[in-house]
């Protein structure tokens, strides 16, 4: 019986557990528990456990037999058919050779393998023990399969002899000659039951050298049988392998016979391997890997006559179709005598490693390509599967390590990035003049350590903050400025190896002393005005006018202008942005309120209050009568609705509103305006509030609105000399003393000019030719001496004394003679009222109307006197002179100009009909 292919391999070597080998990658720092990912792929004649991430743990690896479990140390993985290799920091892969010593196999075609992983970290971590089992179908079988691996060379062949053919069972082959004479007939006979293996004929330069299995075993050499194939494993630098040159590229070769004996009988099985090493094989060029493989690999084909039929690649054991190889800019091609593979150094499917000479960095690049190729030979028609599983290490590559400083000096922290790193390196602290920081240090302190991937992820880099407030910062005071800088020393080390190495850097920052935005501002009659100056900080900030938000919209509305340094907007007295405080005589007082402050806290920066007066007619009287008033909110009565403002007559209310102001029309006598006399003005007033019951209403501690306009009427003047707004409680405003002439002319009730029309009950009604007794006086004065002349009086039906149309009644201080109703004068004699009869002038007019004889009469009719003052001593010329001897004659003496004199009218006085 052949010996079962477990036990084949089963050597004395195996017994214990070993604690050694196959150590990965390590991470000082953070060795929390990672949850492990397993991921086991059958890849063809090889599977592969992917094992991940591992976190700085170390990894063993075992494997199951039917009743114990064995470590495998490197001796025996080679041995065995297996490989482990680190991938990036924290993977490993591990490739298992399906026939390989452990495997549980099924008729060569399903094999079972069972790994058990112990994943131990540090000394106070319990270990992670992990069990994967995997199942791989493989009927594929090639008359001879050869798998090239890094650390072995396997090969396996049909176990078939065609015919029997034997050997004499000793001596053994002695010459080369002699057993490739036998071999092509030994490779076509069936080894069968009672063959048992005894020696293996290994071929070198050399020459031959006979061992007996059991002392190739214990040499490292993996011999087994499976139920139909012949298995043999060499380590990659075993005694009995040999380098040779196959098309200019150095081969390791594994040349052997293995010897079954039965009895009389001996029969041989020829089994060769040859894998290529990386030197000479590999070459670098303007960052890319060339990588030669001989098409015909002479140390494994007999005959000339040799069929290549299929190549593939591949990337860590699995293949690559075209259309990814040719995403990851590899490229594959094949010539007369080599396959060539380019790969661009830093390419998808690799990754970098590590190196410090000198304290200086450097990295290599390192991928791991597999090259499958099938070839017939002619003469046998035997098929070869030939597979590589290849490791490209790029010599080191110096990389300069910088740190870029991002750093805006307004945001008064410091921003670095350094790198590039390989993924294998830690940044364990930091080390300031002052003081030493690790990692967690740094984070405490807010630095913000953060690793971020680069270059397509197969590089890194630290990115880090340090604000200038931190004490590790040193701070200069300059020119106006200050200096920050920072002066560090990053401690790293390459994880893998554990070699510390470090980079020192300084940067600097320069930042203008602060300076706060600033507002300034000013008014014209119509506008304030307001100018923003930045501050150092530039324009940081946002900007409320009044209540609102300065809005792109808002801005253009306010006549925005912005140059850089500074911005200016004007906002008109009557915006909704702008306070009232207080209503005064003939202006009214605003407050435009201007407010910077921190978009990201609403923070205040700047607080600024501009308050002008500003001209504005609040109430307007016109000569007819017609009084009209603004009522504006203003802010000390903020719940005020100023539509809900009236007059002292409830039914008035304002003709417009809204909410911050109500404009009132309405004639002197309505809406409950009274009317108040002084000597020579006479004074409307009414009063805007809000209605009674509304007052209640409101909140009783806050002020009432109460209005007062009035308009006052200069009674000598005929027209309004003044109109004024006065909060009430306040001193009625009369401002119509003129200190000159003071004339009044009445109405008397008759002839006997003892009682006259009171000024209040104007308008007053006459009939038609009813007689007016008119009085003139020259009022508050005592001087006997001047006497008081009418130049010339005339009626109109407006009050405008110079409106059309006119009748003429005085003339020259005579009446007029062309008038059919003539004035006649009455002479005023000394009494009670009358002290200087010279101070008086009376007439008497009948009452009359305009263009009489129409239907559409005007209604009403004021009269009007030019009064010349004359002294008695100079009575000589002019008015002063005049005598009306005969008055139809007309009018003796000069004409005067008008100007000198004083006006006075009455009226209106209206028609009864
Ligand atoms: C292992 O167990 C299988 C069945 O479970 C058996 O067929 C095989 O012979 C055993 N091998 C050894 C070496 O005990
Ligand atoms: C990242 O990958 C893309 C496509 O794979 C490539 O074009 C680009 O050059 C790579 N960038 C770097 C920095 O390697
Ligand atoms: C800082 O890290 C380096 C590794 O580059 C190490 O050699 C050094 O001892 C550390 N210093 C301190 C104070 O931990
Ligand atoms: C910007 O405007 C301000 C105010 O009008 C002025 O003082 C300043 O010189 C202007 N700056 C520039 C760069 O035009
Ligand atoms: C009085 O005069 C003003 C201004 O000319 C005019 O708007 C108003 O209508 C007039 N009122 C009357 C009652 O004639």
Same mark, same amino acid.
């Given at each position: ?145 050869? #798998? ?10 049909? !176990? ?10 000793h001596p053994v082959p002695q010459s080369n000659s002699k057993a490739v004479n036998s071999r092509r007939a030994a490779e076509k006979q069936p080894v069968d039951a009672g063959f048992r293996m005894t020696t293996i004929v290994f071929f070198t330069p050399e020459g031959e050298k006979p061992m007996s299995v059991a002392n190739a075993q214990e040499s490292g050499y993996g011999i087994g049988n499976t139920p139909s194939r012949l298995v043999l494993r060499s380590p990659m630098m075993a005694p009995e392998t040999y380098h040779q040159n196959v098309a200019g590229v150095t081969m390791r070769v594994f040349k052997t016979s293995i010897i079954f004996e039965k009895k009389w009988l001996a029969t041989q099985i020829d089994a060769a391997a040859a894998c290529p090493v990386q030197e000479g094989s590999v070459f670098f060029n303007s960052g890319i890997i060339t990588w030669y493989l001989p098409r015909q690999i002479d140390p494994m084909i007999t005959s000339g006559h040799y069929n290549l039929m299929e190549v593939h690649f591949g990337i860590n054991g699995q293949r690559l179709d075209g259309a990814e190889m040719q995403a990851r800019q590899y490229s594959l091609s094949l010539n007369d005598l080599y396959i060539v593979t380019q790969i661009p ?120 903050? #340090? ?77 409320? #006018? ?9 801005? *253009? ?182 200190? *000159? ?55 109109? *039906? ?5 409106? *059309? ?36 002038? !009376? ?24 009064? #010349? ?45």
């Amino acid at each position: 019986m052949l010996q079962s292919p477990s036990s084949c391999a089963m050597g004395p070597l195996f017994r214990l557990w070993w604690f050694i080998p196959l150590m990965l990658a390590v991470n000082i720092e953070a060795q929390q528990k990672t949850s492990l990912k397993i991921n086991t792929i059958c890849l063809g004649n090889v599977m592969r456990v992917d094992v991940g991430p591992l976190g700085g743990k170390l990894l063993e690896v075992a494997v199951a037999t039917n009743n114990s479990v064995v470590v495998l140390t490197p001796s025996l993985a080679s041995q065995c058919g297996f490989s482990v290799k680190k991938e990036t920091p924290g993977n490993a892969l591990i490739y298992v050779s399906l026939p390989n010593c452990f495997a549980q196999n099924v008729d060569d075609k399903i094999f079972t393998t069972t790994l058990h992983l112990r994943v131990h970290g540090n000394r106070y971590a319990e270990d992670e023990l992990y069990q994967v089992t995997e199942a791989c179908h493989y009927t594929a079988w090639a008359s001879r399969e050869i #798998v090239c691996n890094h650390n072995y060379m396997e090969v396996s062949v049909n !176990r078939a002899l065609p015919h029997d053919y034997t050997l004499p069972k000793h001596p053994v082959p002695q010459s080369n000659s002699k057993a490739v004479n036998s071999r092509r007939a030994a490779e076509k006979q069936p080894v069968d039951a009672g063959f048992r293996m005894t020696t293996i004929v290994f071929f070198t330069p050399e020459g031959e050298k006979p061992m007996s299995v059991a002392n190739a075993q214990e040499s490292g050499y993996g011999i087994g049988n499976t139920p139909s194939r012949l298995v043999l494993r060499s380590p990659m630098m075993a005694p009995e392998t040999y380098h040779q040159n196959v098309a200019g590229v150095t081969m390791r070769v594994f040349k052997t016979s293995i010897i079954f004996e039965k009895k009389w009988l001996a029969t041989q099985i020829d089994a060769a391997a040859a894998c290529p090493v990386q030197e000479g094989s590999v070459f670098f060029n303007s960052g890319i890997i060339t990588w030669y493989l001989p098409r015909q690999i002479d140390p494994m084909i007999t005959s000339g006559h040799y069929n290549l039929m299929e190549v593939h690649f591949g990337i860590n054991g699995q293949r690559l179709d075209g259309a990814e190889m040719q995403a990851r800019q590899y490229s594959l091609s094949l010539n007369d005598l080599y396959i060539v593979t380019q790969i661009p150094i830093g390419a998808v499917g690799g990754y970098y490693k590590s190196h410090i000479q000198h304290n200086q960095y450097y990295v290599s690049y390192m991928i791991e390509p597999m090259l499958e190729m099938l070839w017939t030979e002619d003469s046998s028609h035997e098929h070869t599967r030939y597979k590589v599983l290849f490791h490209i290490a790029t010599h080191l590559l110096p990389r300069h390590l910088q740190l870029v400083d991002n750093t805006v000096p307004a945001e008064q922290t410091f921003k670095m990035v350094l790198g590039h790193f390989a993924l294998d390196v830690v940044l364990l602290n930091v080390t300031f003049p002052s003081e030493v920081l690790s990692m967690a240090d740094c984070n405490a302190r807010g630095f913000h350590i953060m690793e971020h991937m680069a270059v397509n992820g197969s590089m890194k880099v630290f990115v880090l903050q #340090v604000p200038f407030t931190d004490p590790v910062v040193s701070k200069q005071n300059g020119d106006g400025v200050v200096i920050y800088s920072l002066h560090m020393t990053f401690g790293l080390l390459v994880l893998d190896s554990f070699v510390p190495f470090s980079h020192t850097a300084q940067v600097e920052a320069v930042l203008q002393n602060s300076v706060s935005p600033s507002v300034s501002g000013g008014c014209d009659h119509h506008n304030f005005h307001i100018i923003v100056k930045y501050g150092t900080q530039g324009f940081s900030f946002q900007t409320t #006018v009044g209540k609102r938000l300065m809005t792109p919209s808002l801005a *253009q509305h306010y006549n925005y202008l912005e140059n850089g340094t500074h911005f200016s907007f004007t906002v008109p007295f009557s915006s909704p942005d702008v306070a009232i405080e207080a209503i005064e005589e003939s202006s009214i007082r605003n407050r435009l309120d201007v407010v910077l402050s921190s978009p990201e806290t609403n923070a205040q920066i700047q607080d600024f209050s501009l308050v002008c007066n500003f001209p504005s007619g609040l109430t307007v009287c016109f000569p007819n009568g017609t009084m009209t008033a603004l009522a504006v909110k203003v802010e000390s009565v903020p719940t005020l609705n100023p539509r809900q403002l009236t007059l002292k007559d409830p039914s008035c209310g304002p003709v417009y509103s809204n909410d911050h102001y109500a404009y009132f029309v309405f004639a002197v006598n309505s809406c409950g305006t009274t009317r108040k006399f002084l000597p020579d003005a006479m004074v409307y007033e009414n009063e805007i509030s809000l209605p009674d019951e509304l007052e209640m209403q409101m909140a009783p501690e806050l002020p009432e609105y109460e209005l007062q306009v009035s308009c006052s009427y200069d009674i000598s003047k005929s027209h309004a000399v003044a109109f004024n707004t006065r909060q009430r409680r306040s001193e009625p405003f009369a401002e119509n003393s003129k200190g *000159q002439l003071q004339i009044e002319m009445r109405l008397a009730s008759d002839d006997s000019y003892s009682k006259f029309q009171k000024i209040e009950e104007y308008p007053i009604a006459k009939y038609l030719q009813q007689p007016l007794y008119f009085e003139v006086q020259l009022m508050k004065s005592t001087n006997p001496q001047v006497s008081l002349q009418l130049e010339n009086c005339w009626a109109t *039906q407006d009050k405008d004394r110079n409106s *059309q149309p006119r009748w003429n009644l005085i003339i020259n201080s005579c009446p007029n003679p062309v008038d059919p109703y003539q004035v006649v004068f009455h002479p005023v004699q000394t009494d009670a009222r009358v002290h200087y009869p010279s101070h008086f002038k !009376r007439f008497e007019v009948q009452m009359f109307a305009f263009a009489e004889g129409q239907d559409d009469l005007s209604s009403q009719v004021f009269v009007h006197c030019d009064i #010349v003052i004359c002294h008695t001593k100079m009575q000589l010329s002019g008015v002063c002179g005049v005598e009306c001897s005969d008055p139809k004659n007309g009018p003796k003496g000069q004409r005067r100009d008008a100007h000198d004199s004083s006006h006075v009218y009455v009226g209106p006085l209206i028609i009864n009909k």
